[in-house]
């Protein structure tokens, strides 16, 4: 039986050294303070190639976390992962999310309704388009609707149910 790889996410970049003695300064997502002093263990990914590292401490100096990982102890270590991201297993992260806070890639696969009911299609992609997620909708028959993911259209999200429903309005399931 093959076993399931946790997807890593992104809650960071590392940015440049900070001191001589391997400290990194990282740029990080916005709420992420929290994963940098709760997980003791994140990877580093440059192109293909991941490494996983150990937080040994970490402090915060204005917007930006400066960290120190036990692998690494030198300046030169710290350039040659200069532009890395830091990634962290998504079920680790998962547990810092609010009760009515969800992945964005969590959409992809749940069925999508209308406010009466009727079952639409399954959101097959999502998409940011000029700074606002749009939700690829595919029916049955394979057509493809395209929904902004906007509080007014869609309603509610019901990760645990696996269904979102969207606020019926004329036009908006023609499909593309």
């Given at each position: ?102 992945y964005i890639d969590d959409l ?49 999200v019901n990760i645990k149910d ?15």
């Open positions: 039986m093959e076993q399931q790889v946790d997807k890593l996410l992104s809650i960071g970049k590392i940015l440049n050294f900070h001191g001589i003695l391997g400290e990194v300064k990282v740029g990080f997502t916005e709420g992420a303070e929290n994963l940098f002093t709760e997980v003791d263990e994140i990877c580093v990914t440059q192109g293909s190639k991941t490494i996983p590292l150990t937080i040994e401490k970490v402090r915060f100096h204005k917007n930006f976390a400066l960290v120190k990982f036990k692998e690494i102890n030198s300046i030169d270590e710290v350039m040659a992962l200069k532009g890395a991201y830091l990634k962290a297993p998504k079920s680790k992260i998962k547990s810092f999310l609010k009760e009515d806070e969800f992809v696969g749940l069925s999508a309704y209308d406010s009466d009911g009727e079952i639409i299609g399954k959101i097959s992609a999502v998409s940011i388009a000029k700074g606002q997620d749009i939700l690829f909708i595919k029916d049955a028959e394979n057509k493809e609707y395209i929904v902004p993911f906007v509080k007014d259209i869609v309603t509610e696996q269904r979102i429903t969207i606020q019926k309005i004329e036009g908006l399931f023609e499909p593309t």
